[in-house]
Nanobody
C-alpha cells in the first residue's frame, strides 16, 4: 500500500507543472485525496482536496485560480495542475489519502521555482 508522487522539478516563475500521485495496493475511488506542501522552515499546509464523491473541491486561498486538483479513478491517480507558479510555491509536495481512520502519505516530490 503506497502513494508515489512524480512530476516535480525546477520551473521558472510563471511556469507550470503537473504533479501525479499513483496509488498502489488500494483503490482511491473511496478515498478523499489531497495535496499538501511543506517549504523549508514552515509547517506542512493543505493545498487542495478532492472528495471521493461530489465536486466540492477545496483550495487554499494562496493557490485558488492557479492550481487544479483532479482524479482518474480508473488509473488510480490524482493530479495537481499548477500554473502561474511563483517562488512562494516552492516546496516538497505530498499526496495524501484519507478514508475513515485510514491516512496514507506519499514520500513527496520537490518543486523548485527559480529564474
Amino acid at each position: 500500500v503506497q502513494l508515489v508522487e512524480s512530476g516535480g522539478g525546477v520551473v521558472q516563475p510563471g511556469g507550470s507543472l503537473r504533479l501525479s500521485c499513483l496509488a498502489s495496493g488500494f483503490t482511491i475511488s473511496s478515498y478523499g485525496m489531497s495535496w499538501y506542501r511543506q517549504a523549508p522552515g514552515k509547517e506542512r499546509e493543505l493545498v487542495a482536496t478532492i472528495p471521493n464523491i461530489g465536486d466540492s473541491n477545496y483550495y487554499a486561498d494562496s493557490v485558488k485560480g492557479r492550481f487544479t486538483i483532479s482524479r482518474d479513478n480508473a488509473k488510480n491517480t490524482v493530479y495537481l495542475q499548477m500554473n502561474s507558479l511563483n517562488v512562494d510555491d516552492a516546496a516538497v509536495y505530498y499526496c495524501n489519502a484519507v478514508r475513515f481512520n485510514s491516512i496514507l502519505w506519499g514520500q513527496g516530490t520537490q518543486v523548485t521555482v527559480s529564474s
